[in-house]
């Protein structure tokens, strides 16, 4: 019985530490701020999420199927199957896109991209017609649980990624990473990988899938001097493990043998290359466009994480009590009204009904009041707000954070 309560116990941990509303504390959101700008969890490619294939229905399994096995309490399951295709979608999300939104107070925020512009990363001839394609495998990876099992016997669910939509106003695709997800992200180590070498590893054609999958593992690691033996590669991109035939597991095994010695070339070009002598694959040096970022907290255990979290958060309440002055935590985010972009300066409660007094500023200082405003109608403008720096940029092909 006790066993029991002491997994609900972690299990309630982590429902709190991964709250999508629970504001984060200045440490997670620094570390996010940095993470959101192109870096991706690094678990993503380390555990097995997609398959080393590059084409293939995508499978809804009938109980989420466990990818990735260290023990009996560690491990991770996905409800849906995914192979390289959605791996090469989702690194492109992270760096190649047009704009990102700055973290609101629980760690979400928004990414802007356009799905010509991933086909076309993807390298897809007429990118325009690849759309659709895209727009799927971005749905796919909305619609996919992933569950994590913590060695502390804890338990936890949530998507790869979280809202999408097209805008046809605006002609951009929004992808929101929510609040839980950013967390996630902000507790896990992740991992930055260029753009122009992303597009290097996206591009490493379909018949060699088992080497671009090979590849990404690889490198979502540090480089190491052990080296992995092609027996470990056979097993983890399952290369005639799951075949009944000797004959053909053994086939193969020899093409992908043979796809190494004639793409040496290749693969030294992402500083990865095979030793003969010792039948060993090596990746010896980090290559100058991978950066990794660690986690925010050293600590691992999420009973000692919430309780720094929870420090820090009553020092600064008891801080804030301090003060006489509301904070509405509206203040500081930008709405656009009438084509002009707004910031909220100051929010003040009417005293004779539930409505507020809002005073906004425009980038030229130009002061603005107004009355009567709905706090529940202003946070849908500040939700909605897209910069209309976004569109200038899709139209003139650069990159600006907003």
């Known amino acids: 019985m006790g066993r029991r309560d002491d997994f609900e116990d972690v299990e309630n941990l982590f429902d ?44 809804q399994y009938k109980k989420p199927k466990v990818v990735w096995e260290k023990s009996d309490k560690e491990k991770l399951a996905i409800s849906h199957s995914l192979h390289q295709k959605h791996a090469d979608v989702l690194s492109l999300i992270h760096t190649d896109y047009v ?69 046809e106003t605006r002609d951009i695709f929004v992808i929101s ?12 180590t992740a991992i930055k990988i260029e753009k122009e070498l992303n597009k290097r590893i996206v591009g490493i054609p379909d018949n060699l899938v088992k080497i671009k999958a090979m590849v990404r593992y690889m490198l979502s690691h540090k480089p190491s001097s052990s080296g992995y033996t092609l027996n470990f590669f056979f097993d983890k991109l399952d290369i005639g493990k799951s075949d009944k ?42 290559l100058k466009e991978i950066m990794f970022e660690l986690p925010v907290f050293k600590e691992k255990n999420p009973k000692k994480i919430l309780e720094k979290i ?18 509405y935590k509206e203040i500081g985010k930008k709405i656009l009204l009438n084509d002009i972009v707004y910031t909220i300066t100051e929010i003040t ?22 009355h009567k405003v709905n706090l529940e109608m202003l946070n849908k403008y500040i939700d909605n707000f897209v910069d209309p720096k976004v569109l200038s940029v899709i139209s003139g092909g650069t990159t600006n954070n907003i």
Do not use: C
């Not at 971005?138 to 099992?149: G, K």
């Not at 990473?177 to 896990?188: D, Q, W, Y």
């Not at 409660?349 to 107004?370: C, F, H, P, S």
């Open 177 to 188: 990473i929510k609040g839980k997800n950013a967390k996630i992200l902000a507790h896990a």
């Open 349 to 370: 409660k009417n005293t004779n009904d539930d409505l507020y007094t809002v005073k906004v500023q425009d980038e030229n200082n130009r002061v603005a009041t107004i």
């Open 310 to 327: 929870n420090k820090d958060s009553d020092n600064q309440n008891s801080k804030n009590s301090k003060k006489n002055d509301i904070k």
């Open 99 to 167: 704009s990102i939104s700055k973290p609101k107070p629980d760690g979400s925020y928004v990414i802007y991209t356009t799905l010509y512009r991933i086909a076309k990363a993807m390298g897809y001839k007429y990118p325009e017609k690849a759309i659709d394609y895209v727009k799927q495998y971005i749905l796919d990876l909305r619609w996919t649980d992933f569950v994590v099992y913590d060695k502390y016997g804890g338990e936890y669910r949530t998507t790869i990624l979280d809202d999408a939509y097209y805008s």
């Open 245 to 286: 035939s000797i004959q053909v597991a053994k086939n193969k095994k020899s093409i992908f043998r043979r796809q190494f010695k004639e793409n040496e070339e290749l693969l030294k070009s992402f500083n990865i290359h095979y030793d003969r002598e010792s039948d060993k694959v090596f990746y010896a040096e980090q």
């Open 16 to 59: 709190e530490l991964l709250d999508y509303n629970r504001e984060v504390q200045k440490e997670e959101y620094a570390n996010i701020q940095v993470k959101q700008k192109g870096y991706i969890n690094a678990n993503f490619f380390r555990k097995d999420m997609f398959r080393a294939v590059a084409r293939g229905k995508r499978i």
